[in-house]
């Protein structure tokens, strides 16, 4: 059963906000709102780990390019690893779909991981935060072998949603996994800290996918 986000203490967020001015008065442009804000402070439980946190993540932002990704070769060449759906799950998150049969060890990880924070990031602009801020992630391990597990990728991922998109992931659902996962999926547990493995559902067959999402959103030309 999917769990509500923890409440936010309303000192430590107008603590929060106070620093906050800073960055704006040298960067108007900004990133974060109250939304953003009360995440970082929910995965980083003080305002002195969450405003540092916020700033790792605007200068990494800033480093790695993150706006001007659409542009870049990866995102054209990746495009049969994920998708962003036009469609939402059944509370109104935006769905990045990940068909596992198209992954491969062999690949450029570099490239592999811009098209997947690129993914994120469009994702997330498609939040309707007031309704809700986070995201469903769909892993389809149909015709799954282990030549599609790409243990850097995952890696790279639970990176990326710890500390640049966090209280970002609301459920992430393991579709059609085969018996050969069962040896895989401790390896990847064990990288998972409690909140996130919480989020984590294996779903078995059409009529528990409902509970999530309408099954015919997902793609079938990939």
């Known amino acids: 059963m999917e769990m509500e986000p923890a409440a936010v203490n309303p000192t430590d967020l107008a603590s929060l906000k106070e620093r906050m001015k800073i960055i704006a008065d040298a960067d108007p442009k900004q990133y974060h709102n109250e939304f953003s804000l009360k995440r970082y402070l929910r995965a980083f439980k003080t305002v002195d780990a969450a405003f540092q946190a916020i700033l790792k993540t605007n200068k990494w932002r800033e480093d790695y390019g993150v706006e001007k990704l659409v542009n870049d070769p990866a995102i054209e060449a990746n495009a049969n690893k994920a998708r962003v759906l036009k469609h939402r799950d059944c509370i109104g998150r935006p769905v990045i779909y990940i068909p596992a049969k198209n992954h491969s060890s062999e690949r450029d990880i570099d490239q592999l ?3 997947i924070v690129h993914c994120l990031d469009e994702a997330c602009k ?5 309704v809700t801020d986070n995201l469903c992630i769909v892993f389809d391990l149909a015709n799954f072998s282990t030549s599609c597990m790409d243990y850097q990728l995952i890696k790279n991922m639970i990176w990326l949603l710890s500390k640049h998109y ?5 459920a992430c659902l393991i579709l059609n996994a085969p018996l050969v996962f069962s040896t895989i999926w401790p390896v990847i547990r064990a990288w998972l800290d409690e909140n996130t493995s919480s989020k984590v559902f294996f779903v078995s067959g059409e009529e528990e996918l409902c509970k999530y999402l309408i099954p015919d959103i997902l793609p079938t030309d990939m």
């Not at 498609?126 to 007031?130: A, D, G, K, L, Y």
């Open 166 to 170: 966090p209280e970002r992931l609301g």
């Open 126 to 130: 498609r939040c309707f935060e007031e």
């Open 113 to 115: 991981t811009k098209f």
